[in-house]
């Protein structure tokens, strides 16, 4: 079984990647990150299908929401998440106050714009979750930023 | 019936997910690139960069002393593989001078759940460039290669260590 670290530095080593990918069209300040939510999406599609196959299937959504932030987010992430709220109406914010692959951002402004690249990929593996089981779901997700770059909110739809 | 908090395993959801994460880079890289050639170099590049911050991590774990030979060095290696990927290559083929060997192993997690294309690919490289990486931080200036590849249809995966030279100076070389 691999060690943590190893995730840890692959995940900077895909950021690299696609990076380089997409710095021909360097004007742009927004990155694509089109390569990083694939991966995220598929590897996370493939956990799930992994993680669920003998579990009997979620009642709900709401069932589905406490899975991700419960379980998953405590095996993934290492920690529980923060906050969740939602309208019941099928939008859920999920808030992380220290979020693993931000941590190792340094505490100030300065790199603040480039901490939405580091999101998309976990964003992905959880909206692919979601499509795994056939809840409308993925649509829309976007990143809240506030002064502490370890922030992120996300929205499932 | 409720579901309880502990039913994942924690370590081994990431490591699964580790696998799934390359192999989903590996794919989409494939996608991007005709050439079969340069997903291999881009994943080579990958590993070392890993390998160069890995090494780091190792060192501070292990408390290891400086190798003075590369029977030494082998065995680190092997100890990292074990740390890391919790698996357990065998160290063999020492060349008769010393300064090259094979490192086999029959299992390994990133290759879990591979089907391989038959063009050339190779799949794992990812292993030789964190050694070379990491080896490169300590000074040591190695050749990596695979010799057998499991994913290839040989029986087991053969990876080639040969030792170039000992860096005098400690600033490497910059790979961009």
């Not at chain 1, 579990?55 to 923060?82: G, H, V």
């Not at chain 2, 038959?118 to 490169?136: F, V």
């Amino acid at each position: 079984m691999a060690d943590d670290i190893l995730f840890e530095l692959l995940h900077s080593e895909i950021i690299n990647y696609s990076l380089e990918q997409s710095k021909d069209n360097k004007e742009k300040k927004d990155m694509d990150l089109s390569v990083v939510e694939y991966i995220g999406f598929a590897a996370g599609y493939k956990i799930m299908e992994r993680l669920t196959r003998e579990w009997p299937r979620f009642k709900d959504e709401l069932d589905t929401m406490k899975f991700i932030c419960t379980d998953f987010w405590t095996c993934i992430y290492k920690k529980q998440i923060d906050n969740l709220r939602t309208n019941h109406q099928g939008v859920y914010v999920l808030q992380d106050n220290a979020f693993r692959f931000l941590t190792n951002f340094s505490n100030g402004h300065q790199y603040l714009e480039y901490a939405p690249r580091d999101i998309g990929i976990k964003m992905d593996s959880d909206g692919s979750k979601n499509l795994n089981h056939n809840i409308r779901s993925i649509a829309a997700y976007s990143i809240i930023k506030e002064i502490q770059e370890l922030l992120g909110t996300l929205t499932l739809r | 019936m409720s579901r309880q908090t502990s039913r994942l395993d924690a370590k081994k959801v990431n490591s699964e997910l580790l696998t799934l994460t390359y192999g989903a880079l590996v794919s989409q890289m494939l996608k991007e690139t005709e050439n079969v050639e340069d997903v291999n170099k881009q994943l080579e590049r990958i590993g070392y960069n890993m390998g160069v911050r890995l090494i780091e991590d190792f060192l501070a774990r292990t408390t290891s002393n400086r190798c003075l030979e590369m029977r030494e060095t082998a065995d680190k290696i092997q100890q990292a593989f074990k740390l890391y990927l919790s698996m357990q290559p065998t160290v063999t083929s020492w060349s008769s001078s010393g300064d090259e060997f094979s490192l086999v192993w029959d299992q390994c997690p990133l290759s879990e759940w591979v089907e391989m294309p038959n063009n050339g690919l190779k799949y794992c490289a990812l292993i030789p460039g964190a050694i070379r990486g990491a080896l490169q931080m300590v000074q040591l200036d190695v050749q990596c290669w695979f010799v057998q590849d499991q994913l290839k249809g040989d029986a087991v995966t053969e990876l080639r260590v040969k030792y170039i030279k000992r860096l005098e100076d400690a600033v490497p070389a910059g790979e961009d």
